[in-house]
């Protein structure tokens, strides 16, 4: 059976993603499956799964906004910035109002700076920041700027310290760093306690499929088709292109086509990427330059 598409996975907690992707190419006797963007060990929630020839195109979900739901616990600072670490300092919370968590909030959007945590996957000098952090080698991690396009205070409860949040945001920004500095921002110190991607990209929480099912499904071509959805579908920043049907070997042997030959039906937000289809088929990624469409990769 050969599959090549991408699967909405609902991550449970516990599994690194990289587990995930090892289970489904055992699973599905597949010599190739890679994930679209990482998500902590502790964290649940979507985990788009590329596979077989899907994994070409990973790097175009790399401007996809990403949905979080979490839950952060006041009063504690950690090592890793969740709970699952070792606490650094704790604070009372006694003082936290309402107004102020929500005002702290509206303030966390738009374009910030924001620094990633020190254990996290980040390389510094080719080694990985946990690695370096666990090792007790002393490094800095400089800030970069990310985008909140919005969040929103789904339940305050003051009595427990916790806080539940929802955040939709750029790539690149990690929800304990923000649970970090709004403990900041408030007095008292926090730290991530629960975390779920509901969103990333085309894919949506409500639309996922755990390991087990796909794993069960995984004999079963109809329902393990049904799963797996096409590549270019998921492909939301890139825009499309038709190719007129007599360019379509010159495409598939990698020539460019000049203007006459293809025509732009949506814009690109990807890096002017675009899908190309001829007859209703899509034959891959290709790049408009200097008026020409250069082909990225081909795919049928």
């Not at 800030?143 to 955040?167: A, Q």
């Not at 923000?178 to 408030?186: A, E, F, K, N, V």
């Not at 794993?215 to 797996?228: E, P, R, V, Y």
């Amino acid at each position: 059976m050969t599959i090549d598409g991408v699967i909405n996975i609902n991550k449970p907690a516990g599994w690194t993603s990289q587990d995930v992707c090892a289970k489904l190419k055992h699973a599905l006797h597949v010599k190739k499956a890679g994930h679209t963007g990482t998500l902590d060990p502790m964290a649940t929630g979507v985990l788009p799964v590329c596979v077989g020839k899907a994994t070409r195109v990973i790097e175009y979900y790399g401007n996809d906004a990403k949905t979080y739901s979490c839950v952060m616990k006041l009063g504690i600072e950690t090592d890793t910035l969740d709970v699952t670490g070792e606490a650094l300092r704790t604070g009372s919370y006694a003082k936290v109002t309402e107004k102020a968590v929500r005002e702290a909030f509206k303030a966390y959007t738009g374009v910030i700076k924001q620094t990633p945590p020190k254990y996290s996957a980040l390389k510094i000098d080719g080694k990985r920041a946990y690695d370096l952090a666990r090792s007790g080698e002393d490094f800095e991690i400089k800030p970069r700027e990310i985008t909140i396009y919005g969040n929103k205070v789904d339940k305050i409860d003051l009595e427990n310290g916790e806080i539940e949040f929802e955040v939709t945001c750029s790539k690149g920004t990690y929800i304990r760093t923000i649970c970090d500095d709004i403990g900041r921002t408030l007095g008292c110190g926090a730290a991530m306690k629960e975390l779920t991607r509901t969103a990333s990209g085309f894919f949506r929480i409500e639309d996922s499929y755990t390991i087990e099912e796909v794993i069960n499904a995984s004999t079963d071509a109809k329902k393990l088709g049904k799963m797996t959805v096409p590549p270019d579908i998921t492909l939301e920043k890139l825009g499309k292109v038709i190719l007129n049907d007599n360019r379509v070997t010159a495409f598939m042997n990698g020539n460019s086509t000049w203007s006459s030959g293809f025509r732009v039906v949506e814009r690109s937000d990807f890096d002017e990427i675009y899908r190309v289809y001829a007859g209703g088929e899509f034959l891959g990624s290709a790049a408009i330059e200097n008026g020409s469409l250069v082909p990225k990769k081909v795919f049928r």
